[in-house]
């Protein structure tokens, strides 16, 4: 928003002229202020002086608290910002009030002594006095607050009617005719001096009138500012809640009438106190954070108190003569609609003071959003973003495991809030949360968005570890794929290749010579066929390197069985379910974790049992091999083995986990040690 006050940087002659002007009339204004405030002490200590039935009614009015506080925050305003209206206004307007309080005070101090005509003259300026403060203070300064503009042209007529409003009402005041003495407050009639007694028949009409006017236009000046409130950005919001908050408060306890004088006054002390908080944009001392738990507190008192009383008459309606039972009901009812209530007034007090970016539903709803039609590349950037937007700070910074992986948004700042990123129990990373920005929420909001965001920051960022460890997998896939193919294109060229041309040179050789030296041909013969023994145990080597022969010959119970066979511990194996028809990768993963947990279990387990199990069901055969051996090690981390059965599972989409095995198996007692087990879980398409 526009603020009012203070020359542009590039402001011409008459700008500077005018600046030096106005800050020289500062000066005068503070004496002005100084006086304004000694005429609104002194008319008070003499209101306090006079005879109690010259009293005046009621004890005291805004222009006591106007004529205290407006000059002199307005003479402070005109010295920071010297172009500032409302300023001038301030200063006007509590002069006016305090010019109204002095001259009442002597006004009945004169009629007290008897001098009625010296005070009717005084009155007049009483009444001068207070139409210069309600067309400054109640109507325009509401309608000017807080930028110095009136919100639209639209809210020309409200100033321009509440201000003549305000004037034909003094006017009428100054020659108001004179009152009967049987409905006179006083114990003598204050003569006018320019009464105009042919006014008498319409003077109650006319009073009436002009009073519903101008409280309507009061009441449109206040709506004025609701008005701005519901199209400005969130920083503006902040600012336009101060006048806000004051002049709603006022206008309540000057509708409400005479009764609430005290209140009255002391709150139109406040006013310039709240216009200046909003010109200056002072965020001390969270505004919002008052407003909101006002609106809170006021609408669970109003609607509590309704439901209670309702639900209290209509219990004792339907049971009479049990006053208890009423009592609960009301109480029950009362609770029912508490919390739910108090939800919907804490977002009401959101959208009002943030509006509907600063909501923490729509917080969540942008990152829902970005974590849906974002890769995981991509989406941490685009949650990072929006947090840094939403949170309305000077600096986002997501750290996503401890790789280094991180994304930065803005500046986080050398003394960031750290917030931890867990992911169903799983910690995942952590975000850094700068400094608040210009955009400042309140403690108790800012809380409640970085509470909306964490989980779909922690949902991206496991999100992302998963990408990097599926991309990881499929590098290592990848990489032990082609060491595969180097190793048997190496052991095929250099190994079977060269002695398949050995043995081709040595037939050569052995025909030509079969005539000629028959003995020494049988002799070479008998070397081939030592070489293509060698060469048949090669390519088994191969064979056995792609695929376990014993898996087509014995099938994977079978083969798993021989494993069991092999010296150290006795082990069992047990078959759930048919294993014959299983595929070839599911076949061979499993081979390989059983052979690799065996062979653990042989090296290191220290067991005397151990039991191998393969469940098939439906959709994943899980194999499964528990030993009663010493058991895992207090701080033991993953080897070598363990990493090779985790990547086996991994590749088809299984898990492959290390625990703790329990004192019995699922129906073979296998010792009383407290042993070990591995479990992998394989799906099957």
Known sequence: MKA?????????????????????????????????????VAGTAIQLSVPEEWAPWPPTAPDHGAGLTFPLIGAFLIAHRPRLRLAWLMCAGGLGCAVNVMATGLQFAQASTGDLESAGWLRILAVVGWTA???????????????????????????????????????RNIVRPTPPASTYRWPEVIPNPLAIEALAPYHTVLTGSLALLINACMVLAVLSLLVRLRHADSTARRQIAWPLSAFVIY????????????????????????????VLRYRLYGID?????????????????????????????????????AGLAAALATGVFFQPLRT???????????????????????????????????????????????????????EVGTAGLRVEMGAAGPDPRVVPLVWHGEPVGRMLVGPPGPRTFSTAHTERLIAAATPYVADVAHAVLMAADLQRSRERILSAREEERRRLRRDLHDGLGQALANMSMSLNMARLRLREAPTSADRMLRDLRGGMDSVSKEVRELVYGLRPPSLDDLGLAGAVGALAAEPGPPVEVEVEGETGDLPAAVEVAAYRIAQEAL???????EATRATVTLARSEHVLVVRVRDDGKGLPGHRRSGVGFASMRERAAELGGTCVITPAPATGTGTDIGTGPGTQVEAALPLP
């Open 251 to 278: 206008a309540a306890f000057v509708l409400l009438g005479e009764d609430y004088w005290l209140p009255v006054t002391i709150w139109a002390g406040v006013i310039p106190v709240a216009i200046a908080f909003a």
């Open 599 to 605: 062979t653990n279990v042989r090296r290191h387990a």
């Open 4 to 40: 009012g006050g203070g020359g542009d940087p590039g402001a011409g002659p008459m700008d500077a002229r005018w600046v030096v002007w106005a800050r020289r009339v500062s000066a005068v204004l503070a004496v002005l202020a100084v006086l304004s405030v000694s005429l609104t």
């Open 133 to 171: 403060g309600g067309c400054t203070l109640g109507i325009l300064m509401p309608l000017l607050s807080p930028d110095d503009h009136l919100p639209s042209r639209r809210w020309l007529p409200v100033a321009i009617g509440g201000v003549a409003a305000t004037v034909i009402d003094g006017v």
């Open 344 to 398: 919907r007034l804490r977002r009401l007090t959101d959208v009002m003071l943030y509006g509907e970016h600063g909501r923490p539903e729509e917080l969540a709803r942008r990152l829902a959003r970005e974590a849906g039609e974002t890769e995981p590349v991509n989406a941490l950037a685009a949650v990072a973003a929006v947090v840094h937007d939403g949170l309305g700070v000077t600096g986002v910074l997501v």
């Open 289 to 325: 954070t008052v407003i909101g738990r006002t609106v809170i507190a006021t609408g669970l008192i109003a609607a509590v108190g309704a439901v209670y009383l309702g639900t209290g008459t209509l219990a004792g309606l339907l049971a009479a003569g049990y006053d208890q039972v």
